[in-house]
């Protein structure tokens, strides 16, 4: 592990100060990704910045009947929530087919939010990879592509966005709250948190140099079946090849968002008009673009047979 300068900011402002001052700079709380990618040296930040200490910890009621998150929330204590496990079951759902305990116990809100990439790939400093280094190529396309995604991908990158817990905030419309280096403040729709790909894959977020995320805003609940099914290669601590989020009301209606598939959460509210006619049209509107490999064809149908399932869940 390479040297690093090790701070503990005083505030939100100072820590958002602090990074946008070093482009080479990183916050840290749990450290649950970011500490292995310092270890390989993928990450290699000359300037930590720990925010534990800036009490945004709480789960609390808006005044619009919402919740609003801090980013530091643990997993472990918004998967058990008392009004998370109530009315957002699928976002309780999610956090715990994610990971395990220990890490659960250590990841935070904003941190999940912000997880890098599995792709092998991008973890072989041996192998060119432009999420790592930009510009070198792309090894997963013409490689081992049988966890990478089918749908967003582009040229450049084919990676899969990680994070089960974004898969139920993407269906729930949950809204980023952050701050930037300069003292204002935005919200940004978890729907334009995360970006595609495209030519610049490195380029992961909408997120300034600097600019903190400091909770999330979840809206009123909207009631229905919350429904979290994770298909995985073994049962437990590992990312998905194929996950569905859903919230499905009793008519049938409702709203999906699909992980596993690719470089951001995906969802698509077209398909959603679909869903009392089953699965299958549902799916082919989500997925209507697609570009799958030969070894990664199979999700596309692990996608519909996934929702399939959800679906006959919610009907009882």
């Known amino acids: 592990m390479r040297a690093f300068i090790y701070q503990r900011a005083l505030s939100v402002e100072a820590a958002a100060q602090a990074a946008a001052s070093n482009p080479e700079a990183k916050f840290i709380a749990g450290g649950t990704n970011l500490l292995d990618l310092m270890k390989l040296e993928i990450e290699t930040p000359t300037h930590l910045i720990d925010v534990n200490g800036l009490g945004l910890d709480k789960i609390e009621p808006t005044s619009e009947g919402g919740l609003r998150i801090g980013a530091l929330v643990r997993n472990t204590d918004l998967a058990a929530h008392e009004t998370v496990r109530r009315d957002y079951a699928l976002l309780s759902r999610a956090l715990v087919a994610g990971a395990s305990g220990q890490l659960r116990n250590k990841a935070t809100t904003a941190g999940n939010l912000l997880q890098r990439t599995r792709c092998p790939y991008f973890y072989d400093p041996n192998q060119p990879c432009n999420k790592r280094q930009p510009g070198s190529g792309c090894s997963a396309i013409g490689g081992f592509t049988r966890q990478h995604a089918v749908v ?125 006619k089953g699965a299958r049209a549902a799916a082919g509107v989500l997925l209507a673009d697609a570009r799958p490999t030969e070894q990664n064809r199979f999700k596309v149908n692990l996608v519909e047979r996934t929702l399939a399932a959800v679906i006959s869940e919610a009907r009882g």
């Open 152 to 276: 967003g991908t582009s040229d450049a990158c084919i990676a899969t966005h990680p994070s089960d817990m974004a898969i139920a905030m993407r269906a729930l419309d949950a809204v980023v709250e952050t701050v930037k280096a300069d003292g204002s403040q935005r919200s940004i729709p978890i729907a334009d948190l995360h970006r595609l790909p495209g030519n610049t894959p490195h380029i992961e977020t909408v997120l300034e140099r600097g600019e903190f995320i400091t909770g999330v805003i979840l809206p009123p609940p909207i009631g229905g079946r919350h429904i979290y099914r994770k298909v995985r290669d073994r049962a437990s601590y590992a990312f998905a090849l194929v996950s569905v989020g859903a919230v499905i009301q009793s008519d049938g209606t409702g709203r999906v968002a699909v992980g596993g598939v690719a470089h951001k959460p995906w969802r698509v509210e077209a398909a959603e008009t679909e869903l009392p």
